[in-house]
């Protein structure tokens, strides 16, 4: 699969098959995650890959009550130091590296945005000088939506300056 195919079939899967995905399917997509490019290339973030099934359903009610959360083979809870520049920013580039492979290994994902960072932090053991900005599912889909309507380039894009629309 080529990128482009790859990101015209990315899609939010919230629901999942019980299915592990072997470890080197995982360590395939932890090294996708690890080559993103940071800022400086100081990589400074880590992640925190939720493969336990008791683990992951303590974090549904603190994750928005998503109950797909549970039913996912990992959630991965990107983490930060505080006051780290830019590192919400790298670890949206990783995550959407890891997305894009996941479309091609047959997996699925789904951004969260909606958890209590500090209740993630406590399950998790996560130090309290750290911080936690995004979090990702990931699964075999057991369905995959259809397409959702996007916005028209000209909705979207201004041309060198503000009021100017892309056409």
Known sequence: MDVISAIRARRSIRKYRKERIPDK???DLLDCLRTAPSSGN???WAMVVVTDDAL???LVP???GQKFIGGCSAYFVGV??????YSAVD????????????????????????????KVKEILGIPGDREVPVCMTLGYPESTPAVKNRKA??????????GIVWK
């Open 56 to 58: 992951r359903e303590r």
């Open 62 to 64: 603190v994750s928005g």
């Open 153 to 162: 380039v000209s909705e979207l894009f201004h041309k060198d300056r503000w």
């Open 25 to 27: 399917v995982l360590e």
């Open 42 to 44: 100081r990589q400074n």
């Open 80 to 85: 930060t130091g505080q006051g780290a520049h």
């Open 91 to 118: 670890l949206a580039i990783a995550l959407d590296h890891l997305s894009l492979r996941a479309v091609e290994l047959g997996l699925g994902t789904c951004w969260i945005g909606n958890f209590e960072p500090e």
